[in-house]
């Protein structure tokens, strides 16, 4: 069983940057995508950003590229969001997930391919 736990939320102002982590216990964190997603008030959860096993493939979603940035420490077992620029349209609980793979280049997009949730960290951007 693997849990993560998000950290790094918090309300800013248009402009200003926040940096998410999530911290991975259990499993294997090296063989893991790693995945962060989005759910708005009134909205459903979208995708944000993922990274592959190997740390060398990432894909975002059109609305956040150029401005977010995924890392992550296999070391660590942590894996980073770094958002520049925020928007108020970024408003959101950001969610850390995971799921185990073969692949060491894969990343997914769609969130049922997530075995592994956090619990969400808000991200409050004001105008």
């Known amino acids: 069983q693997v849990q993560l736990v998000e950290s790094g939320g918090g309300l800013v102002q248009a402009g200003d940057s926040l940096r998410l982590s999530c911290a991975a216990s259990?499993?294997?964190?090296?063989?893991?995508?790693m995945g962060w997603f989005r759910q708005a008030p009134g909205k459903e959860r979208e995708f944000v950003a993922a990274?592959?096993?190997?740390?060398?493939?990432?894909e975002f979603t059109r609305s956040v590229r150029g401005r977010f940035t995924i890392s992550r420490d296999n070391t660590k077992n942590t894996v980073s969001l770094q958002m520049d620029r925020l928007k108020p349209e970024d408003t959101a609980v950001y969610y850390c997930a995971a799921t185990a793979t073969t692949s060491s280049e894969s990343t997914y997009r769609n969130e049922y391919e997530y075995t592994y949730w956090g619990q969400g960290t808000q991200v409050t951007v004001s105008s």
């Open positions: 990274t592959s096993w190997s740390g060398n493939s990432a």
């Open positions: 259990g499993g294997i964190f090296s063989m893991y995508v």
